[in-house]
């Protein structure tokens, strides 16, 4: 299968509460990277980490890689209803030229 | 960040005829563009490598007679469905990235539906 394995696969909290993704990949990868997309829309690029890089942050993002078990997790803080989205993990080689493997994602919803 | 159009953003087409779906890089050149299938609340799914110049590069399993591609110059790759039939009908989207830059920019995305 192309596709990493993504969990939960569905994952329904209230507003203000922290919403952890979790993304295993199979093969060994130059960069992964977190996206949104919103019901029947195009994606958004959230944040890009290195395969020698560890954790990264951006506002209220944080991703974690862990290359010895091939997987990565996305937390967002204080969650917003506007957050509500499927969030995907997506997997670079080298030489890949961007050419991206996504994992089968994890649909957020966001409750007031 | 750079942007890549993505054309039609709908269309509902017979089966047996062919639609075309345009993918445009507006700010940048894009040697490589991707293109990606999507079913309702799935993963999306890579069907193949669009190369300027030169014949797109096939993941396993997309027929390439049904699914052509042409990557014409540096800022247009255009997909082809032809003879569509209703289970092509899905979610296509396409990706670019600026050359030597890690990351991709994808297009607003085409919901085929084949009738």
């Known amino acids: 299968s192309q596709q990493g394995e993504e969990d939960p696969q569905a994952l329904s909290i209230q507003e203000g509460e922290n919403a952890t993704m979790n993304c295993s990949y199979k093969t060994s990868i130059n960069n992964l990277q977190w996206y949104r997309q919103n019901s029947g829309r195009g994606l958004v690029h959230l944040i890009l980490?290195?395969?020698?890089?560890r954790e990264k942050h951006s506002g209220r993002l944080r991703v974690t890689l862990d290359t010895s078990k091939k997987s990565s997790s996305l937390l967002i803080t204080a969650s917003r209803a506007a957050d509500t989205a499927s969030y995907f993990c997506?997997?670079?080689?080298?030489?890949?030229?961007?050419?991206?493997?996504f994992g089968a994602g994890t649909r957020l919803a966001v409750h007031p | 960040g750079a942007v890549v159009s993505q054309h039609p953003s709908r269309v509902i087409c017979k089966s047996g005829t062919s639609v075309k779906i345009e993918c445009r890089s507006l700010?940048?050149?894009?040697?490589?563009m991707f293109w990606y299938r999507q079913f309702p609340k799935k993963s999306l799914m890579l069907m193949a490598t669009?190369?300027?110049?030169?014949?797109?590069?096939?993941e396993q399993g997309v027929e390439k007679d049904k699914f052509l591609i042409n990557h014409a110059s540096l800022t247009l790759s255009t997909l082809t469905v032809t003879s569509a039939h209703p289970e092509d009908s899905s979610f296509y989207i396409c990706s670019a990235s600026i050359q030597g830059t890690n990351e991709a920019f994808f297009g607003q995305g085409t919901r085929l539906t084949v009738v």
């Open positions: 700010d940048f050149q894009a040697t490589t």
């Open positions: 980490i290195r395969s020698n890089e």
């Open positions: 997506a997997t670079a080689r080298s030489g890949g030229y961007n050419k991206l493997i």
């Open positions: 669009s190369n300027e110049g030169s014949k797109a590069t096939y």
